[in-house]
């Protein structure tokens, strides 16, 4: 059999390879969108976090949006969103998201956050709050939960549970030996048991997300894939980490398409619903069929 190349160094210089290469947002959809997002002023981790995938998935009705503020208590190596005490918390920010929904005219909506182990119900109220006010102003909106873990506390998770979105992500990202390096206040099996507590409370679609080219090896990759068909989770993504700065975990190495393309093909055959596996991949990446 002829041997595939699964992955390339990361050059010396600046340049990454050919397929993470990425086309310049276009459509009369996508400019209308960002003419009104730039009108009223809305917030979106599309445009805050230069999403790759931004003008697809706005032509096909789909956002995302990042409640609890713009600072998180917890300081993962890979993530870019800004570390300490984060501000007080706005309780009219369930009806700014809705309002943004509806004057976006977006049709599956994409709801994160920061964590919030400051806070005694680390923000799940207002996650509650939030998808409750969407369904208000939006009622044909479908809605995408990408929550934190709320250190595995039942009681927080039930809100999520109540709310009832009809599809609840929360991403492992990393592989079990990476994640004391890669999350440093998260827990591999705490991820797990959230997910698994999710399905067995009702959540219809469950769904989660891991990042390739932290050193991670394939055999880790499917056995993550494994761990989640084991707890049944029905969705994943899987995608290319791409180092947000100076100061964030170094990419070790470029996953090709082709190693990409297996690990879609491995997860269909374990029994997932959808598997979006590719270097651009987010975790909120065709996010409206995952629905289905």
């Given at each position: 059999m002829?041997s595939?190349k699964?992955?390339?160094?990361?050059?010396k210089?600046k340049?990454?390879?050919?397929w993470?290469?990425?086309k310049l947002?276009?459509?009369?959809k996508?400019k209308?969108l960002?003419s009104t997002?730039e009108?009223?002023d809305l917030?979106?981790?599309?445009?805050s976090g230069?999403?790759?995938n931004?003008?697809e998935?706005?032509?096909?009705?789909?956002?995302?949006f990042?409640i609890?503020?713009?600072?998180c208590?917890?300081s993962?190596?890979?993530?870019g969103?800004?570390t300490?005490?984060?501000d007080?918390?706005?309780?009219a920010?369930p009806e700014?998201?809705?309002?943004?929904?509806k004057l976006m005219g977006?049709k599956?909506g994409?709801?994160?956050?920061?964590d919030r182990?400051d806070l005694?119900d680390?923000g799940?109220i207002?996650?509650?709050?939030?998808v409750?006010?969407?369904?208000?102003?939006?009622?044909e909106?479908?809605l995408?939960t990408l929550i934190p873990?709320?250190?595995?506390?039942?009681?927080n998770?039930?809100?999520?549970v109540?709310?009832?979105p009809e599809v609840?992500?929360?991403?492992?990202?990393?592989?079990?030996?990476l994640?004391?390096e890669?999350?440093i206040q998260?827990?591999?099996?705490?991820s797990l048991?959230?997910?698994?507590?999710l399905?067995?409370?009702?959540?219809?679609?469950?769904?989660?997300g891991i990042?390739?080219g932290l050193?991670?090896?394939?055999?880790?990759?499917?056995?993550?894939?494994?761990?989640?068909?084991?707890n049944?989770?029905d969705v994943?993504?899987?995608?290319?980490?791409?180092?947000p700065?100076?100061?964030?975990?170094?990419?070790?190495?470029?996953?090709?398409?082709?190693?990409?393309?297996?690990?879609?093909?491995?997860?269909?055959e374990?029994?997932f619903r959808?598997?979006?596996s590719?270097?651009?991949?987010?975790?909120s990446?065709?996010a409206?069929k995952h629905i289905?």
């Open positions: 002829e595939v699964t992955s390339v160094a990361p050059p210089g340049g990454k390879p050919k993470l290469r990425v947002p276009v459509g009369q996508y209308e960002r997002v009108k009223y917030h979106t981790i599309c445009t230069s999403c790759p931004m003008g998935c706005w032509t096909e009705g789909t956002a995302t990042m609890l503020g713009n600072t208590t917890r993962c190596g890979f993530c969103v800004k300490g005490r984060p007080t918390v706005d309780w920010e700014k998201v809705a309002r943004s929904i977006i599956h994409v709801i994160t956050s920061v182990d005694k680390m799940s207002i996650w509650k709050e939030t409750a006010a969407i369904r208000r102003m939006n009622p909106t479908t995408e873990d709320f250190q595995g506390n039942t009681r998770l039930d809100r999520i109540e709310a009832n609840v992500s929360h991403n492992m990202e990393t592989v079990r030996r994640t004391r890669v999350r998260a827990k591999y099996d705490t048991e959230v997910l698994r507590y399905k067995q409370q009702g959540i219809n679609r469950t769904k989660s990042m390739l050193g991670e090896l394939e055999e880790e990759v499917i056995q993550t894939m494994r761990d989640l068909r084991d049944n989770v994943v993504t899987i995608g290319q980490y791409l180092q700065s100076k100061k964030h975990l170094p990419v070790k190495e470029f996953i090709t398409p082709e190693q990409f393309k297996k690990y879609e093909t491995i997860g269909l374990m029994g959808h598997v979006e590719g270097a651009l991949v987010r975790s990446y065709k409206h289905l």
